[in-house]
């Protein structure tokens, strides 16, 4: 064998929505730990926590999310958003952009991908392990 | 044999979620299974000594079995927990997340959450 170690990869799907949970920054949290040291991460949004991807959140007292997850997207984490709950909060303007691989809106930061639920399909077979936070 | 870890985010007696899980812990505990509880968020309530509910006794019951018990300590001192207020069952942890991402990634054979 050559001895190269693969680098593991953790998904976390985040559930929960930001300022009426503490779910979105746990699993920033979480990531940024596996990032620090060496793994993979993939973070998927679903449902309300399709919301931690909006632009220019701007809370007072809590922990800022949208900027949580500009800095984990900086280190390496790819982070998608369900389209079909992102269309039904109101978030997707348009139809799907094949070049950039992405619904389109405007109210959502660059460091989120609107993408179809075939991507946490995706997510789930190249994780080693998957973690999910948030949920009813 | 495998080993399961839980991570508990709801508070005890606001939901049913935490008493399932640690029944379903106490299962895993039967078939001769290692497991971990990480208390996260309003998990942490969970460890408080006052609690009249039977709750805290399970997850005395656990630890007794030899399950490990860690709390987030920051999430603790933010509730005023600390000290005698909480059972002697638990570890506390100042940096819960990477000793969680640590057993996911390279011991726990199932992460189980709620």
């Given at each position: 064998m050559l001895g190269v170690e693969i680098m593991k990869t953790l998904t976390i799907l985040l559930l929960g929505a930001p300022y009426s949970s503490q779910y979105p920054e746990f699993a920033i949290k979480i990531a940024k730990c596996a990032l620090d040291r060496g793994y993979k991460v993939n973070m998927f949004l679903y449902g309300d926590g399709?919301?931690?991807?909006?632009?220019?959140q701007s809370p007072k007292a809590f922990y800022n999310i949208e900027n949580g997850l500009k800095e984990i997207a900086q280190k390496g984490a790819t982070i998608l958003s369900c389209s079909r709950c992102s269309a039904a909060r109101g978030y997707v303007e348009g139809e799907f952009d094949d070049k950039l691989q992405r619904y389109p809106s405007?109210?959502?930061?660059?460091?989120v991908r609107i993408f179809s639920l075939y991507g946490f399909v995706d997510f789930i077979r190249e994780s080693d392990r998957i973690i999910t936070f948030g949920g009813v | 044999m495998s080993r399961n870890i839980l991570i508990l985010t709801k508070p005890p007696y606001g939901c049913e979620e935490p008493e399932k899980a640690m029944k379903m812990i106490l299962r895993f505990m039967d078939d001769g299974d290692d497991v971990a509880i990480y208390l996260l968020g309003d998990g942490v309530?969970?460890?408080?000594?006052?609690?009249?509910?039977d709750l805290g006794k399970l997850l005395e019951e656990i630890a007794d079995k030899g399950g490990e018990i860690y709390s987030s300590d920051e999430d603790m001192q933010a509730r005023g927990l600390y000290g005698d207020r909480i059972l002697n069952c638990v570890k506390l942890r100042s940096n819960i997340f990477k000793e969680i991402v640590d057993d996911a990634m390279e011991r726990a054979d199932r992460v189980l959450s709620c």
């Amino acid at each position: 064998m050559l001895g190269v170690e693969i680098m593991k990869t953790l998904t976390i799907l985040l559930l929960g929505a930001p300022y009426s949970s503490q779910y979105p920054e746990f699993a920033i949290k979480i990531a940024k730990c596996a990032l620090d040291r060496g793994y993979k991460v993939n973070m998927f949004l679903y449902g309300d926590g399709v919301h931690a991807g909006m632009k220019n959140q701007s809370p007072k007292a809590f922990y800022n999310i949208e900027n949580g997850l500009k800095e984990i997207a900086q280190k390496g984490a790819t982070i998608l958003s369900c389209s079909r709950c992102s269309a039904a909060r109101g978030y997707v303007e348009g139809e799907f952009d094949d070049k950039l691989q992405r619904y389109p809106s405007s109210k959502i930061i660059d460091e989120v991908r609107i993408f179809s639920l075939y991507g946490f399909v995706d997510f789930i077979r190249e994780s080693d392990r998957i973690i999910t936070f948030g949920g009813v | 044999m495998s080993r399961n870890i839980l991570i508990l985010t709801k508070p005890p007696y606001g939901c049913e979620e935490p008493e399932k899980a640690m029944k379903m812990i106490l299962r895993f505990m039967d078939d001769g299974d290692d497991v971990a509880i990480y208390l996260l968020g309003d998990g942490v309530e969970l460890t408080k000594s006052s609690q009249k509910g039977d709750l805290g006794k399970l997850l005395e019951e656990i630890a007794d079995k030899g399950g490990e018990i860690y709390s987030s300590d920051e999430d603790m001192q933010a509730r005023g927990l600390y000290g005698d207020r909480i059972l002697n069952c638990v570890k506390l942890r100042s940096n819960i997340f990477k000793e969680i991402v640590d057993d996911a990634m390279e011991r726990a054979d199932r992460v189980l959450s709620c």
